[in-house]
């Protein structure tokens, strides 16, 4: 693999709570490689948008990373003042919001709004801003007459594409997605999903995409992440995490979901809800709702432990390969 | 089939929209018919846009319909609904946090809705229903429930806790307006247990609205698919699933995310097009724009539902040539 583009390592966040600081994100590593599509999948409180907002630098009291390093292209992001932030902010680095409607102006044009982006990082002159703008717009399918349109004159879809067309605009090395897909329709979605993937193989730029709907990343992925209460504890090749998932919280996970092909069978879910985050259980975050649990897993947290590069966070799992 | 909960015989809802001089009317559902029977999950499917939730808004008679029949248990229903067809077709919707009273506690929101509809009930009668109530949607324990506020509860508890409100007036049909589209994946499949169990041993029947496909596919007998106001497509769930008559049935098919399917390269256009919003329409299929069967027929006439199977009907005119 050539050099990450991103290297997470050890990421910890923290948000300050009346009962005293919540593990949102805890002990977190991953790397990214130049292009590469991750995604990261769990249930809602799993700390998914914690991360990303770490790694983006983006997060405000009571949440603070307390530790870890998050490495963009060599650089370590977590020492960077405000100011040198901004200089790989949109450029490098953007990030695409999770609800379309609230991330844009209503009551800005979508052009004024592009070139809000390119004013305040680059120094180009009105018309090459024009002619970016509608470069941008015609790549995610929207006519460039919608340049003149406000948000509400646009669908919920478009909306989405403007976002993306907007992170596009300095062609950055890296877009982090904050579930774009999940205010949209099945068609909808399914038109976004084929048009970030069209374009990141066209321009080459590296996708964190964070969901807890996995069946929308499944086909456009190249790894998948399962984060559970903070941790990530399944990580491999998309496909491979899919046929021969490993973890028993990924497996309640791919459970859960109804199919629209094959047999139909009874579908039961995972019991119980996530741990506290404020005193989590000393063993295995999942031991409490895992059917398989031991003593050993109520006792010792697991390490994430990769074989031929699929990486799970399980006792069980973990002395089956030792053995 | 002659034994028939709900009968709904060409029922519109028509919306006035945009200021004086640009006036028109919004055809958010166009004579629309269908049947629901005794203890069947009927899924109405469609995208935003394509009037599901018009259709059961008017059903629940929050608006009157602009025209069309409303039979309910044998009787033909005026223009607004009496609380009482509003017990006994209650509805369940879709924002777990905005439709629960967050000042009260559960309990008390039960006991309001059994007072209203069960008046026979003493008080202590109320409390063991409520109890059995929230019990029979899976929140276990049901007494400590009861005395919780609504943030005590996570988003699928609410849901749950909608069903057991619905459940209060013992009604013979819900109408479930995406009942779970806004919780977790991982949430959602119990919920969906609750629906069936709902129909397997409480006998009610459940009107599903979604936009996804295979929780449709899970849960429903029979499936109505909707475009933009009128029924595209109907038949038994497994029937629509194996094999979809009507092109928007199979663009809904060919989008749905399924990880167990393989990516059909088929869909690799990357626009695949919004419904469109129904303003003063004119003759012609609704989907003929999208559609890639789309005929001169489709464009100057409107498709009608043609039998295709004892229980399968579809308004296309491509399928019908075929």
Redesign the interface.
């Known amino acids: 693999m050539s050099t990450p583009i991103l290297e997470v390592r050890n990421l910890k966040v923290q948000y300050a709570t009346p009962a005293g600081p919540a593990q949102a994100v805890s002990d977190v590593s991953f790397d990214l490689a130049p292009g590469e599509f991750l995604a990261v999948v769990g249930e809602s409180g799993c700390g998914k948008s914690t991360m990303l907002f770490s790694i983006a630098q983006l997060l405000n009291y009571p949440a603070e990373t307390v530790s870890g390093s998050v490495k963009f292209d060599g650089i370590d992001l977590t020492s960077l003042s405000a100011e040198d932030l901004r200089q790989h902010r949109w450029r490098d680095i953007s990030v695409v919001m999770q609800s379309a409607m609230n991330a844009l102006n209503p009551t800005l044009s979508i052009a004024a709004q592009l070139a809000d982006v390119c004013r305040a990082h680059t120094d180009w002159r009105d018309d090459k801003i024009d002619r970016r703008s509608a470069e941008v717009l015609e790549m995610v399918s929207i006519d460039v007459a919608h340049l003149k349109s406000f948000p509400f004159q646009l669908s919920g879809g478009m909306r989405q594409r403007a976002m993306i067309a907007m992170a596009l605009l300095l062609e950055p090395k890296l877009i982090i997605m904050d579930e774009p897909t999940s205010a949209l329709d099945v068609v909808a979605q399914r038109s976004l999903m084929r048009q970030v993937e069209n374009l990141r193989q066209s321009l080459g730029f590296a996708v964190l995409f964070v969901t807890h709907d996995m069946s929308v990343v499944s086909h456009f992925s190249d790894r998948l992440a399962v984060m559970y209460a903070g941790e990530i504890v399944e990580l491999g090749a998309t496909r491979e995490v899919f046929d021969h998932s490993r973890h028993p919280y990924s497996n309640g996970l791919m459970d859960a979901f109804p199919s629209i092909v094959g047999d139909k069978k009874e579908l039961t879910g995972i019991a119980g809800n996530p741990p506290s985050l404020v005193n989590p259980p000393g063993g295995c975050l999942f031991a409490p709702r895992c059917h398989f649990a031991t003593d050993e897993c109520r006792e010792y947290r697991p390490e994430l432990i990769s074989v031929e590069g699929h990486a799970v966070r399980c006792h069980l799992v973990n002395s089956r390969v030792r053995s | 089939m002659s034994d028939v909960v709900l009968k709904v015989d060409k029922l519109s809802r028509y919306f006035r929209v945009g200021g004086f001089r640009s006036a028109g009317t919004l055809h958010a559902a166009d004579e629309v018919s269908f049947e629901v029977a005794p203890s069947e999950i009927v899924a109405l499917v469609g995208?935003?846009g394509s009037g599901k939730s018009t259709i059961a808004r008017v059903l629940a008679g929050l608006y009157p319909p602009t025209s069309g029949q409303i039979t309910f248990e044998g009787r033909v229903q005026g223009k607004r609904a009496s609380r009482q067809v509003r017990g006994q077709m209650p509805m369940v919707f879709q924002d777990p946090f905005g439709s629960i009273n967050p000042v009260l506690r559960v309990g008390h929101s039960l006991q309001r809705s059994l007072k209203l509809h069960r008046p026979e009930l003493d008080k202590a009668g109320r409390q063991v229903e409520a109890v059995s109530l929230v019990e029979r949607v899976g929140l276990l324990p049901g007494a400590e429930v009861l005395h919780r506020f609504p943030h005590e509860l996570?988003?699928g508890q609410r849901q749950r806790l909608g069903f057991a409100q619905a459940l209060a007036s013992r009604p013979s049909l819900i109408l479930a307006d995406e009942p779970v589209s806004m919780l977790?994946?991982?949430?959602?499949?119990?919920l969906?247990?609750v629906m069936r169990a709902l129909r397997d041993e409480e006998h009610v029947s459940l009107l599903y609205i979604t936009?996804?496909?295979?929780?449709a596919?899970?849960v429903a007998d029979r499936m109505i698919v909707l475009y933009a106001g009128r029924i595209v497509e109907e038949g038994t769930t497994d029937e629509v699933?194996a094999d979809p008559s009507h092109p928007y049935t199979r663009?809904?098919?060919?989008?749905?995310?399924?990880?167990?399917?393989p990516?059909a390269h088929d869909?690799?256009?990357?626009?695949?097009?919004?419904p469109p919003k129904v303003i003063n329409p004119g003759p012609g299929c609704r989907f003929a724009p999208r559609c890639p069967l789309a005929m001169e027929q489709c464009r100057s006439s409107t498709p009608t539902m043609v039998q295709l199977s004892l229980t399968k009907r579809v308004a296309c005119f491509a399928v019908e040539q075929r």
């Open positions: 995208e935003s996570s988003g977790d994946v991982s949430i959602r499949i119990g969906l247990n936009h996804d496909l295979s929780s596919r899970y699933i663009l809904l098919m060919a989008t749905a995310p399924d990880p167990r399917l990516l869909t690799d256009v990357v626009d695949l097009g919004e």
